[in-house]
């Protein structure tokens, strides 16, 4: 028999470690509640295609491809567009843990903990604020210092498909701008996109990041340059949240650049840093196609907190 | 307070010049100091590694930011930003074989290739769809290929002149490789304050 230890990745939370768990989750919980929002316990495992390619997939006896629960968002989702159908709008919790695997379709499987909230069947600027205060709020109520990070994946999309940049050129861009590599994307503009206004929008997306106070100018420099309808139109949603969200003050910046999300993300995105933390904390974002997959196109957005990350820094 | 992971090494003098250029000098020599981390005034402090450990520290925030070159944040895959082309420490990843020897015709069985890159290796060959035998090394990766242990090599090359001496050429470049500044995600937003004077000073 092999050494019975916990597979990497996985672990077993012991007493005090067990306790300090638990206990941020009801106080997440609470401040959830407090808010309107009410709990869903979707299952732990689904059909394969609520998942992509991340989820641990395997085959049940009927030949049927199966998965761990690798997302908890999709899962809300599926929920929402079918048993919930219709009723907007709809604030909804949850809390466990989710699967997946390192890289897409091969390395080792992990496991993490997560709590969050999405809010379904709202469009406006008010939906996006309520959740970006909600989310600044779960620090707050656990004691932790952080700082929200707020970008938009539309508007990126909308400067690449201007610009005519598809596939390979698209994904290279977008690594350059994730790693804030200004050589990198200024190099690659250079050499394969044409001069003109969604050229220069695309360099401007590696700029630091501006705290919520100074990102008007910011944003209206990207304004001017904005090719497109399209790319207009996410700016002014980056602006309108902004506006709504007016008293998460100096715990809200703005990064142009922030393009890091998960698939289905439409609008604005954000990430969750927290003193302390090395990685990002949670983050969400703005996803109005992903209950159309399941039959009720509804808008909807959310957020999700790295529980493994954040309970041994609450106090 | 940031910390800075300093490599050791050739890229250790060019990266300090920098630092002292932005107003952050070490208050010991860290080439013949045996501290392992160095004072530099009460705003920062460098930590001194080799140059392949550079990318964890920062990635894991034991360091919020660091100097390695190219090649070693590509292998390490760590999730970093990459702010900065220093320009110095300019040298080639490049794919290497004894003279006369047909390497890109061989394609009857996997290529043996010996490297201390496997991941960029794998990467390189899985792309142009050669299945490779790699042999992970520590050192001295040209002496497998000269002592017929594998059929080429993958090593960093910045003269030239190992390689000749060794009858050894260059089949083809993989990676142009120059010393970047990394730096970790998280405090690149925390210590927003201290960070984007010094980066822009760095830059």
């Known amino acids: 028999m092999q050494p019975a230890t916990p597979l990497p990745g996985t672990q077993d939370l012991l007493f005090e470690a067990a306790r300090r768990l638990r206990r941020c989750e009801a106080t997440l919980c609470a401040r959830f509640e407090a808010k309107g929002y009410a709990e869903v316990i979707p299952p732990a495992i689904e059909a394969a295609d609520v998942f992509g390619p991340e989820a641990f997939r395997a085959l049940d006896r009927s030949g049927r491809l199966i998965a761990l629960r690798a997302d908890f968002t999709a899962q809300v989702a599926r929920i929402a567009a079918t048993r919930l159908s219709g009723m907007s709008p709809l604030r909804l919790y949850y809390r466990g843990s989710i699967v997946r695997r390192v890289a897409p379709d091969s390395g080792p499987v992990h496991e993490r903990l997560q709590a969050g909230c999405e809010l379904v069947g709202a469009a406006g600027a008010e939906a996006d604020a309520e959740i970006l205060a909600l989310a600044a709020a779960s620090l707050h109520a656990l004691g932790i210092r952080g700082r929200i990070s707020l970008g938009s994946t539309g508007y990126f999309s909308a400067l690449a498909a201007a610009a005519g940049a598809g596939g390979r050129l698209a994904a290279a861009l977008n690594d350059a701008i994730d790693r804030k590599d200004l050589p990198t994307l200024r190099s690659l503009c250079e050499r394969e996109v044409t001069p003109g206004k969604a050229r220069d929008a695309l360099l401007l997306l590696a700029q630091p990041p501006r705290p919520q106070t100074e990102a008007g100018e910011l944003l209206s420099r990207a304004e001017a340059l904005a090719p497109t309808e399209d790319a207009l139109k996410a700016l002014q949603r980056i602006s309108a949240a902004l506006g709504a969200a007016r008293s998460l003050g100096a715990e809200l910046e703005v990064d142009l650049g922030e393009v890091r999300g998960l698939g289905y993300y439409t609008g604005i995105v954000f990430n969750l840093y927290a003193t302390g933390a090395p990685r990002p904390v949670g983050g969400g974002g703005r996803y109005d196609t992903l209950l159309g997959r399941f039959g009720d196109p509804r808008p909807a957005v959310g957020f999700s907190l790295d529980l493994d990350a954040l309970v041994p820094l609450a106090c | ?203």
């Not at chain 2, 402090?45 to 392949?52: A, E, I, N, W």
């Not at chain 2, 990467?123 to 242990?149: I, K, T, Y």
Request: aromatic content about 4%.
């Open chain 2, 1 to 203: 307070m940031l910390t800075i992971a300093l490599p050791k090494g050739r890229l250790q003098r060019p990266a300090l010049e920098r630092f002292a250029h932005a107003g952050v000098v070490p208050e010991d020599e860290p080439g013949t100091s045996r501290k392992l981390i160095i004072a530099a005034g009460s705003s920062a402090r460098f930590v001194v590694l080799k140059d392949g450990d550079v990318p964890l520290y920062v990635e894991r925030g034991a360091a919020d930011l660091g100097v390695c070159g190219l090649d070693q944040v590509l292998e390490s895959a760590a999730d970093l930003l990459t702010p900065i082309d220093f320009g110095f420490g300019r040298c080639r990843l490049c794919l290497a074989a004894p003279r006369g020897s047909s390497v890109t015709a061989e394609l009857g069985r996997s290529l043996r290739v010996a490297t201390k890159y496997p991941r960029l290796t794998l990467q390189w060959f899985g792309r142009r769809g050669v299945p490779v035998d790699l042999v992970h090394l520590a050192g001295s990766v040209e002496l497998a290929a000269v002592s017929g242990l594998t059929d080429a090599i993958v090593d960093l090359v910045e003269t030239g002149r190992t390689l000749e001496e060794n009858g050894l050429v260059v089949v083809d470049e993989i990676l142009q490789v120059t010393a970047r500044l990394v730096v970790n995600r998280a405090a690149y937003r925390l210590k927003v304050e201290e960070m984007l004077p010094l980066l822009e000073k760095l830059g």
